[in-house]
C-alpha cells in the first residue's frame, strides 16, 4: 500500500534541541495527523491538522497543515527526554482510511 | 475518554493453529473499526476496515478468508488469524472511531508470535 515519505528517517539530538521533521505525499489529503508510537504499544494523536495552511500547537509540538495538502511538518521545541519514541504523520482522505508516513525515530542525549 | 483495548497483548502459537484478538472501544461506540498491521522498524499498513454489522472492506493483498474480521457489536471487533504462519508473526493494531470520518483512536496493540 501507499506510505507517505518522511524526513529524516532518525534523528539523534541533545536534550532541549528543538526538532523538525516532515512528511510528503504525492496524493492531496483532507486531513493530516501526527502521532507518536512508544515501543510496543499504539500510536498516539499527537496533533490534527483539518484545513490548507493551518497552524496547530499542542503543548511543545506545533504542527502546519500544507498549502498544496500534499505536505506536513511537526516542530518539538526543547526537547526532552521522554520525546524519545517514533513520529507517524498519517493522512486522510474522503474515505475515511489512514495512510501512514515511513517514521521517524527521535533518540534524545542528555 | 476514548480508550480503546486489545486483547491479548501478546500471543504465542504454533504454526497451523487459529488466533482471535479481540479489540474493545471502552467509553465509547464505534461504529467503524480498523486493523492494521507492522511489522519490525516499518510503519502501520491498514488491512481492513469493519463497520457494525457489515462485511469488512480488506485492502488490496490482505486474504479475507485467512484474516476473519467481525465487528458484531459497536464496542467490540476481532480478528481471527487463520492457519497462521511464521510470517504472520507481527504486530496488529486497531484503532476505533465514532463514525467513520471522526478521529481514530489507537489500541495498545497485539504482538503475534507464530512459530
Redesign the interface.
Known amino acids: ?1 501507499q ?1 507517505l515519505n518522511q524526513s529524516p528517517q532518525s534523528m539523534f539530538i541533545q536534550e532541549g534541541e528543538d526538532v523538525s521533521m516532515n512528511c510528503t505525499s504525492s496524493s492531496i489529503f483532507n486531513t493530516w495527523l501526527w ?1 507518536k508510537q512508544d515501543p ?6 499527537l496533533i ?1 491538522l483539518y484545513k490548507a495552511g493551518e497552524l496547530t500547537s499542542n503543548g511543545r509540538l506545533t504542527a502546519q497543515f500544507g498549502i498544496t495538502r500534499k505536505d506536513s511538518f511537526l516542530n518539538i521545541s526543547a526537547s526532552i527526554p521522554s520525546d524519545v519514541g517514533i513520529y ?1 504523520c498519517a493522512g486522510q482522505g474522503t ?9 521517524t525515530r527521535l533518540q534524545v542525549t542528555l | 475518554g476514548a480508550v ?1 483495548s ?1 486483547h491479548p497483548s501478546w500471543v504465542i502459537c504454533k504454526s497451523g493453529t487459529s488466533v482471535k484478538i479481540e479489540c474493545r472501544s471502552l467509553d465509547f461506540q464505534a461504529t ?1 473499526m ?1 486493523w492494521y498491521r507492522q511489522f519490525p522498524k ?5 488491512m481492513a ?1 469493519s463497520n457494525e454489522g457489515s462485511k469488512a472492506t480488506y ?3 490482505v486474504e479475507k478468508d485467512k484474516f476473519l474480521i467481525n465487528h458484531a457489536s459497536l464496542t467490540l471487533s476481532t480478528l481471527t488469524v487463520t492457519s497462521a504462519h511464521p510470517e504472520d508473526s507481527s ?1 496488529y ?1 486497531c ?1 476505533a ?1 465514532r463514525t ?2 471522526e ?7 497485539t ?1 503475534l508470535l507464530v512459530l
Do not use: D
Not at chain 1, 510496543?40 to 494523536?45: A, D, I, R
Not at chain 1, 474515505?95 to 517514521?103: E, N, P
Not at chain 2, 478521529?103 to 495498545?108: E, K, L, M, V, W
Open positions: 500500500g506510505q502521532y510496543g504499544e499504539g500510536p498516539v494523536l490534527a507517524f474515505a475515511s482510511k489512514l495512510t501512514f508516513g515511513t517514521g | 480503546v486489545q467503524t480498523f516499518q510503519s502501520l499498513m491498514l476496515t485492502e488490496q493483498g504486530f493494531i484503532s472511531s467513520a470520518q478521529t481514530q483512536y489507537f489500541g495498545p496493540g504482538r
